[in-house]
């Protein structure tokens, strides 16, 4: 059976940050996602995942810097040592990673410091990931790197398809550096999201899931995800599956949606 999760800071949003825990364990989850770390009362966050019994299944690692623009090397490896810190204090055992910020920079890629080419981009990512995957095995997390859709969301995001992610983490070679493979990201940049987890499923450790185009729950737009779902437990896929969207309407009508895929 999937591993399933919610996330807390899109969905929920009627209620305080404090309350959504409860509210998700109310709704039957036994596993929640969160974005950022650096602006959260982590033990508090901890202390609400025990009184909940939850399992903290994935948060952002990285933020403020661009992996990929060489300037930030140092910066970068260090924010992530904070990063692993703070999964530790929460119990978390996965931190997404990106290519470029997200923070402040809402449907665009943070800008890079000079003009790159894409092959310089790609050695700075290779340069930071072989030295962060060691503190990964060391810590006992895994990273996950995330592909963004540029057709909408992040115009000038480097990484957009699941075969850079892929290239990338087969580099790399360890079990604690996978692909995060977003449904609704890849499907509006690839298409064909069953024949591509199936072809790269040894390298996917998060699937991330919302209907396209809106990114909403599912069933308000084209995805048939009752039959992804079951596509995943065909191929045999065994992490989680994080519902990370926005309700277009209210919280329980979209949780309602999302259990009626299984």
Same mark, same amino acid.
């Given at each position: 059976?999937?591993?399933?999760? !919610? /996330?807390?800071? #899109? %969905?929920?949003?009627?209620?305080? *940050?404090?309350?959504?825990?409860?509210?998700?364990?109310? $709704?039957?989850?036994?596993?929640?996602?969160?974005?950022?770390?650096?602006?959260?009362?982590?033990?508090?966050?901890?202390?609400?995942?025990?009184?909940?019994?939850?399992?903290?299944?994935?948060?952002?690692?990285?933020?403020?810097?661009?992996?990929?623009?060489?300037?930030?090397?140092?910066?970068?490896?260090?924010?992530?040592?904070?990063?692993?810190?703070?999964?530790?204090?929460?119990?978390?055992?996965?931190?997404? !990673? /990106?290519?470029? #910020? %997200?923070?402040?920079?809402?449907? *665009?890629?943070?800008?890079?410091?000079?003009?790159?080419? $894409?092959?310089?981009?790609?050695?700075?990512?290779?340069?930071?990931?072989?030295?962060?995957?060691?503190?990964?095995?060391?810590?006992?997390?895994?990273?996950?790197?995330?592909?963004?859709?540029?057709?909408?969301?992040?115009?000038?995001?480097?990484?957009?398809?699941?075969?850079?992610?892929?290239?990338?983490?087969?580099?790399?070679?360890?079990?604690?550096?996978?692909?995060?493979?977003?449904?609704?990201?890849?499907?509006?940049?690839?298409?064909?999201?069953?024949?591509?987890?199936?072809?790269?499923?040894?390298?996917?450790?998060?699937?991330?899931?919302?209907?396209?185009?809106?990114?909403?729950?599912?069933?308000?737009?084209?995805?048939?995800?009752?039959?992804?779902?079951?596509?995943?437990?065909?191929?045999?896929?065994?992490?989680?599956?994080?519902?990370?969207?926005?309700?277009?309407?209210?919280?329980?009508?979209?949780?309602?949606?999302?259990?009626?895929?299984?």
């Amino acid at each position: 059976m999937l591993k399933k999760d !919610i /996330h807390l800071e #899109s %969905l929920y949003t009627e209620y305080p *940050f404090e309350s959504r825990f409860a509210a998700a364990k109310a $709704d039957g989850f036994t596993a929640v996602e969160l974005w950022s770390w650096d602006n959260k009362d982590l033990p508090a966050v901890r202390r609400l995942l025990d009184e909940n019994g939850l399992e903290l299944a994935a948060m952002s690692g990285d933020g403020p810097l661009s992996m990929c623009d060489p300037v930030n090397k140092v910066p970068y490896i260090a924010y992530i040592r904070q990063a692993i810190a703070a999964a530790r204090i929460v119990g978390c055992k996965t931190l997404v !990673i /990106h290519s470029d #910020s %997200l923070e402040d920079w809402p449907q *665009f890629a943070k800008p890079m410091s000079g003009s790159y080419s $894409d092959i310089t981009r790609y050695c700075a990512m290779f340069d930071v990931l072989r030295e962060i995957t060691p503190l990964a095995e060391e810590a006992g997390i895994t990273f996950v790197l995330e592909a963004l859709n540029i057709e909408k969301d992040h115009c000038g995001n480097f990484l957009n398809t699941t075969s850079q992610s892929f290239d990338l983490v087969r580099a790399i070679n360890s079990p604690h550096l996978k692909i995060l493979y977003d449904a609704y990201h890849m499907y509006l940049d690839e298409g064909k999201i069953c024949e591509t987890t199936e072809k790269y499923l040894p390298w996917i450790g998060h699937i991330h899931i919302a209907d396209a185009p809106g990114r909403n729950e599912p069933g308000t737009g084209v995805i048939h995800f009752k039959n992804f779902l079951s596509h995943l437990e065909r191929i045999g896929y065994e992490s989680y599956v994080g519902f990370e969207l926005y309700a277009k309407n209210h919280t329980s009508e979209a949780v309602q949606a999302i259990k009626a895929c299984w």
